[in-house]
């Protein structure tokens, strides 16, 4: 069984720019929650999508969006990139109505901003 | 709200040592606790989940175990390799609905098993 997978793992962006990541989750899947990661604030947590609907959202600026599709793969998007955005953004599955819920990760994207 | 702290932030250690990594988290009404392992540039790998009714859980030569009156969970490893030398980090969970869903993570602590 296919694991999380992310795309691309690298990104070099200037300031003001937008980016958009994207993530597959291990079939069957049907949730995907999104987290960035930095040296100095670990990490946190962005939102979480299943059936094609936003169901949770951490404390992140509305500059970050994010959408999931029919099959379950999901794009996160950052628009007007500043500085601080730079980090790895993990993106993990998780099946949705049951009792253990055990979250897989992706490997991440390393986005870099200039 | 929930804070989730790890002890010691780094560690270093002569291979075939055993050693336990600390977890404390401020509230104990989690649903469950999961450690990850990541390796430098790397995603997460799951390790061991404890669920709140579960009071540890084992995978080979891990050990997790979860004591949620005093806010704590440790990770025992066994006759360490440097192989095992990466940051380790745990999450809580306060439920398996809405908002609680999400992860609440320490910041990790830092493993190097010296051969």
């Known amino acids: 069984k296919a694991g999380v997978t992310q795309t691309p793992r690298y990104l070099i962006k200037t300031r003001g720019q937008q980016v958009t990541l994207s993530c597959s989750p291990i079939s069957g899947h049907r949730s995907v929650s999104w987290y960035q990661q930095t040296p100095g604030q670990g990490l946190q947590f962005l939102f979480e999508?299943?059936?094609?609907?936003?169901?949770n959202k951490g404390n992140f600026p509305g500059r970050f969006s994010g959408r999931q599709f029919s099959n379950s793969r999901s794009e996160m998007n950052v628009s007007t990139l500043e500085l601080g955005d730079s980090a790895l953004y993990l993106c993990?599955?998780?099946?949705?109505?049951?009792?253990?819920?055990?979250?897989?990760f992706g490997p991440g994207t390393r986005l870099t901003v200039l | 709200k929930q804070e989730v702290t790890q002890i010691p932030a780094a560690l270093s250690v002569p291979e075939g040592e055993n050693l336990v990594l600390n977890c404390s988290f401020t509230d104990s009404a989690i649903y469950n606790l999961q450690w990850f392992r990541q390796d430098p540039g790397k995603g997460l790998t799951s390790l061991l989940l404890i669920q709140s009714s579960q009071r540890e859980q084992t995978s080979g030569r891990l050990n997790a175990s979860l004591d949620k009156s005093s806010g704590r969970s440790t990770l025992y490893i066994a006759a360490s390799q440097p192989g095992d030398s990466a940051t380790y980090l745990c999450a809580a969970q306060r439920g398996n609905a809405g908002n609680n869903r999400k992860l609440i993570w320490g910041l990790g602590t830092s493993l190097a098993v010296n051969p």
């Open positions: 993990a599955s998780s099946l949705v109505g049951v009792e253990v819920n055990e979250q897989f």
């Open positions: 999508y299943f059936s094609e609907t936003q169901r």
